[in-house]
């Protein structure tokens, strides 16, 4: 069996695969979704989110075959279906280039990317995914390297410029607490978060592992710099210290609900969250950057993509242009990549970026490398091996 298989698959992994469908990129569209139904958005804003987040209805699965046809499909995780959608990311591009953008909103699972470019029948220009799908995809051949004579790599954060993926935002995970619980100190560390005879309460960690035993390894004393390798024992020995006071969230909206009904004290959730948290109880749910985990999606090329690889090229250098990652950041929370795009962001954001740099300073990294590594047991991969053993331990 093949690693990106073991990976991959909806057959071999179901529950697992469902879990992973609430990706960060899925998330975006639905905190913006959930800001506007709660009145802390309004419609002109919503709309502007939508446009930055590619969120757009898909126009078609199909793809006209002639290679004059100037437009680029995107796929993402933009399918739900509203007419605010239909105003979207692509007014900008289109403007400045008279290229149109289309969206396909039905998910970029690596096991489509493959299907198509494999069969030959591609209609995707762009994906935007997560790193360590992109790293998969790449090994097996089936994505455009990207061309650095195009995209601009200063305008990455080292590290985050790949072979056959270049950063498009930034999110951590990160420790988010509700203060009213805690008047006399406030937890900053995953150590606290294991402590519950100072900091009494339920906690509730992510049903899926990533971000979640990167945690483990720090709060059993483990610095940012030296979180991998991830020791798997040791991590589901420290999630089973902690069992009788954990609750697993399955979707990220049950992450903010646990706090804000107060089943638990503290929650390992994404930063966006958190974020929002903050602003809709006036800083009664606040988090600390200390020891939270950044991760990136990507924007990478499927191998024969339609409007062919330099035009893609080209949107992904546009999309580097540091004020609109700002914009992003404004609205829903995304951390630039761009490092010119942290002087443009105002003080009152600024303690809403992951990417400042007081707060790069104090969170690890994600490493997909790891992640896709083989794990040594069997044809298992590290992800795969993962997976299991913390399924095993949040139900044992």
């Not at 969120?55 to 680029?72: E, F, G, V």
């Not at 330099?310 to 951390?335: S, W």
Request: charged share 25%; aromatic share 10%; glycine share 6%.
């Amino acid at each position: 069996m093949s690693l990106s298989k073991t990976l991959y698959e909806k057959d071999l992994y179901p529950e697992i695969e469902n879990a992973r469908e609430t990706s960060y990129g899925a998330d975006c569209l639905e905190l913006v979704e959930d800001q506007y139904q709660r009145g802390l958005m309004d419609r002109r804003t919503f709309v502007r989110a939508l446009g930055l987040l590619a969120a757009m209805p898909m126009a078609s699965l199909s793809r006209p075959a002639t290679a004059a046809t100037q437009q680029l499909m995107i796929v993402n995780w933009g399918g739900i279906s509203r007419p605010a959608y239909a105003k979207a990311f692509g007014a900008p591009y289109e403007a400045a280039t008279g290229i149109k953008l289309e969206q396909d909103g039905s998910g970029p699972l690596p096991a489509k990317v493959r299907a198509m470019v494999q069969s030959g029948k591609v209609i995707w220009d762009l994906l935007d995914f997560d790193a360590s799908k992109a790293l998969v995809l790449d090994r097996e051949g089936l994505l455009q390297p990207i061309d650095y004579d195009i995209v601009d790599r200063n305008k990455v954060y080292p590290g985050w410029a790949y072979h056959a993926g270049v950063a498009f935002y930034i999110y951590s995970c990160v420790l988010c607490f509700d203060a009213s619980k805690f008047p006399n100190a406030k937890p900053n560390s995953w150590k606290d978060f294991w402590d519950v005879e100072r900091f009494p309460g339920q906690r509730a960690m992510r049903k899926t592992p990533e971000g979640q035993i990167e945690a483990c390894m720090m709060a059993a004393g483990r610095s940012i710099k030296d979180v991998y390798p991830i020791d798997l024992d040791l991590a589901m020995a420290k999630v089973k210290e902690l069992k009788s006071h954990l609750v697993a969230w399955t979707t990220s909206a049950q992450s903010q609900d646990v706090l804000r009904n107060g089943e638990v004290t503290m929650c390992n959730l994404w930063h966006s969250r958190a974020g929002a948290l903050y602003k809709e109880s006036s800083g009664r749910f606040d988090w600390t950057w200390n020891q939270g985990l950044m991760n990136v999606d990507v924007w990478s090329v499927p191998k024969n993509n339609p409007a062919g690889p330099e035009m893609a090229m080209r949107f992904i250098a546009f999309a580097q242009d540091p004020e609109r990652q700002v914009e992003l950041l404004k609205l829903i929370g995304n951390g630039p990549v761009n490092p010119a795009a942290a002087a443009l962001v105002p003080d009152d954001l600024k303690k809403f970026d992951p990417t400042q740099a007081d707060h790069r300073a104090v969170q690890a990294e994600l490493n997909p490398e790891w992640w896709n590594a083989p794990s040594g047991k069997g044809d298992k991969s590290n992800d795969t091996l993962a997976r299991e053993m913390w399924l095993d331990a949040l139900s044992s």
